[in-house]
């Protein structure tokens, strides 16, 4: 798979997707590297946060996602001592080279596994649909949550809406809706 970097000077947060496969075995060594790796970074100017997607079955590739807010911050910790001396501990445990994708701002909604990771949607495509999509939610949400947050503060609100919606999004409502549209979206 190839990989798509963003260039210095990019503005917006940057996150990037590894997929290995572990040596049937290996699981719980891989397990505890995953740990051990996204304690390292965690100190790192800049880390957002890491989240790992294990596989369903035996066998299976586990992800991790990282996070960073800028291009400059992720590529120090790319070219990290650190980080060379996590991957090296990697040799005998997994299978094969990462599939690595890197993405900036709002194309992270936009991903799609089937796509090459160098499609991008257009930007006013990308506006339309995100509009489109955070209007619905944004009213469903608040039809099904005032009779439960009413009497809060408004920040709590607002907080618990905008919580909900990108958990929302994110998850479940972007996957699908960029599943549906991708023959419009990467046109």
């Known amino acids: 798979m190839s990989e798509v970097f963003a260039r210095p000077g990019d503005e917006g947060p940057v996150t990037v997707s590894l997929a290995r496969r572990p040596r049937p075995g290996r699981e719980a060594d891989?397990?505890?590297w995953i740990s051990g790796v996204i304690a390292a970074a965690s100190p790192f100017p800049?880390?957002?946060g890491?989240?790992?997607l294990r596989p369903r079955a035996p066998g299976g590739e586990y992800v991790i996602i990282y996070r960073f807010d800028t291009y400059a911050h992720c590529r120090a910790w790319e070219e990290s001592a650190q980080r060379a001396e996590?991957?090296?501990k990697l040799d005998d445990m997994v299978e094969g080279d990462a599939a690595v994708k890197r993405v900036t701002g709002l194309e992270t909604w936009f991903d799609l596994p089937e796509v090459p990771a160098a499609a991008k949607p257009a930007p006013h495509k990308m506006a339309l649909v995100l509009i489109v999509v955070v209007f619905v939610i944004v009213l469903l949400l608040n039809l099904a949550l005032v009779p439960f947050i009413a009497?809060?503060?408004?920040?709590?609100r607002i907080l618990t809406v905008a919580v909900i919606?990108?958990?929302l999004m994110t998850y479940v409502v972007?996957?699908?809706v960029t599943r549906l549209l991708k023959g419009w979206l990467f046109r």
């Open 30 to 32: 891989y397990e505890a």
């Open 50 to 52: 890491a989240s790992v």
């Open 151 to 156: 009497g809060w503060p408004l920040p709590l």
């Open 86 to 88: 996590w991957l090296a």
């Open 46 to 48: 800049g880390h957002q």
């Open 165 to 167: 919606q990108v958990l």
């Open 174 to 176: 972007m996957p699908q």
